[in-house]
């Protein structure tokens, strides 16, 4: 027997919708339903004076990110979407070399970590992570994440209020560890089966 109830909606003042009639809210409401995997995107700031060898590294930055796909097998290259603005999307504007480390179920902790708003310090954050640094990137790779990317900026491409990122990728390895993906929806991180 066909459902013949009508899919459910949120109903939303005009003043808040679009010009094609789409608001904020049934946007993220109807993507909210897409499954996607959760990824941490690491990039390290170059040092604070270049040209002075002795001069600090500049800070570790990482950023949890849904919004991450594979785009050619040849050459290898993926997709990161980054808020305009955001501290990854200013960093990597500069930065053309950065990672991604595909989390595992059990690292929700390392997700909700990096994706807090008005976090403190990024090395904080890092504190108390095990991680390898990317021997092209220099940029963190999370230890115990199911694989980890290291990739090189080859363009940005405005969109909205965001900023697609499309990397080369450089290096590619798949960890021994075990369990499935982080993944995230319905507004929740949660895990397959």
């Given at each position: ?168 990728v450089l290096t590619a390895r798949v960890s021994s560890a075990e369990g499935g993906p982080l993944t995230y929806f319905r507004g929740r991180y949660r895990q397959l089966g």
């Open positions: 027997m066909p459902n013949t109830s009508a899919p459910s909606t949120i109903t939303v003042p005009s003043a808040a919708r679009h010009a094609e009639g789409v608001s904020n809210d049934e946007f993220r409401a109807a993507l909210s339903r897409l499954a996607a995997g959760v990824v941490l995107v690491t990039a390290q700031e170059p040092p604070l004076d270049p040209d002075d060898p002795a001069a600090p590294a500049g800070e570790d930055v990482g950023m949890t990110a849904t919004a991450f796909l594979s785009v050619s097998l040849d050459p290898p290259l993926v997709l990161v979407s980054l808020r305009n603005g955001s501290r990854m999307d200013e960093l990597l504007d500069e930065q053309p070399l950065w990672a991604v480390s595909v989390l595992s179920e059990s690292q929700r902790h390392v997700a909700g970590r990096f994706a807090m708003k008005g976090r403190v310090s990024d090395r904080l954050l890092f504190a108390d992570i095990p991680y390898l640094r990317g021997e092209y990137s220099g940029a963190p790779l999370v230890g115990g994440a199911l694989a980890t990317l290291e990739c090189r900026t080859e363009q940005r491409v405005p969109a909205g209020d965001h900023t697609l990122v499309i990397g080369r």
